[in-house]
C-alpha cells in the first residue's frame, strides 16, 4: 500500500526547535516530490514548500522562506519540516503529501501532525 | 501570493448538483492547466478527487468533474450523495515551482 505516515502531534514552547517527519512507503521514494502544507485553526491550506528526494532539490514559499526548513533522508524514507525557533503563530495542523508522477497534484497525503505552540 | 477564493459553503438537496468555483488569477489558475481537487473529512488525510483541470483518479466517482474557464476552477458534484458531506478544497501551480491552495469550501446536504 502506498503510504505516507507523519510522526505525532507535538506541544512546544516559543523558541524552541521542532522537526516533524513524513515516512513513505509502498512506493519509489526517491522519484517523487514531497509537499508540504500547514493549515492553521480555522483557515484553509497553505502551501510551504516542495522536496525531490532524489537529489534533495527544494522549493519553498516565498512567504515562508526561512523560517522554516525542508529536507529528506531517502535512505530512510523520509522528508523533514523543521523549525528552529517557533512561534505561537506556528501552531496548526502540518500534512505532508506525495506528487503524483503524470501530473503535480498532491496525489498520497499524510494523516497530518498537529503543531501546539504555547508558553 | 494569495489564497484561491471559494465559498465557505454550498449546499444540495439529494440527487441535486452542486457546483464549487475556486477563483484565483492569471498567475495561478488563468496561467496554468493545472488544477486539482480535494475531497477533506476532517481529521482523515485529503483525497485527491480532480487533477489537470478535469480529469478523475482511478476510483474517484464519475459524479464529480471538474472546469476551468479564466481565473476560476470549478468542481461539479452532480447526483448528490450524503457521503459527499464534507469539505471540498482547490489548488493550483502557481509558476515557479510554487502552489496556491483555496480557502476550504463545506458541501452540506440537505
Known amino acids: 500500500e502506498v503510504q505516507l505516515v507523519q510522526s505525532g502531534g507535538e506541544v512546544k514552547k516559543p523558541g524552541e526547535s521542532l522537526q516533524i517527519s513524513c515516512k513513505g512507503s509502498g512506493y519509489s521514494f526517491n522519484t517523487y516530490w514531497i509537499g508540504w502544507m500547514r493549515q492553521m485553526p480555522g483557515k484553509g491550506l497553505e502551501w510551504m514548500g516542495i522536496i525531490y528526494p532524489g537529489d534533495y532539490d527544494t522549493r519553498y514559499s516565498p512567504s515562508l522562506q526561512g523560517q522554516v526548513t525542508i529536507s529528506a533522508d531517502k535512505s530512510i524514507r523520509t522528508a523533514y519540516l523543521q523549525w528552529s525557533s517557533l512561534k505561537a503563530s506556528d501552531t496548526g495542523m502540518y500534512y505532508c503529501?506525495?506528487?503524483?508522477?503524470?501530473?503535480?497534484?498532491?496525489?498520497?497525503w499524510g494523516q497530518g501532525a498537529v503543531v501546539t505552540v504555547s508558553s | 501570493q494569495s489564497a484561491l477564493t471559494q465559498p465557505p459553503s454550498v449546499s444540495g438537496s439529494p440527487g441535486q448538483s452542486v457546483t464549487i468555483p475556486c477563483t484565483g488569477t492569471s498567475s495561478d489558475i488563468g496561467g496554468y492547466k493545472s488544477v486539482s481537487w480535494y475531497q477533506h473529512h476532517p481529521g482523515k488525510a485529503p483525497k485527491l478527487m480532480i487533477y489537470d483541470v478535469n480529469k478523475r483518479p482511478s476510483g474517484v466517482p464519475d459524479r464529480f468533474s471538474g472546469s476551468k474557464s479564466g481565473n476560476t476552477a470549478s468542481l461539479t458534484i452532480s447526483g448528490l450523495q450524503a457521503e459527499d458531506e464534507t469539505d471540498y478544497f482547490c489548488c493550483s501551480y502557481a509558476g515557479n515551482y510554487t502552489y496556491v491552495f483555496g480557502t476550504t469550501t463545506k458541501v452540506t446536504v440537505l
Open positions: 503529501a506525495r506528487q503524483g508522477s503524470s501530473s503535480d497534484a498532491f496525489d498520497i
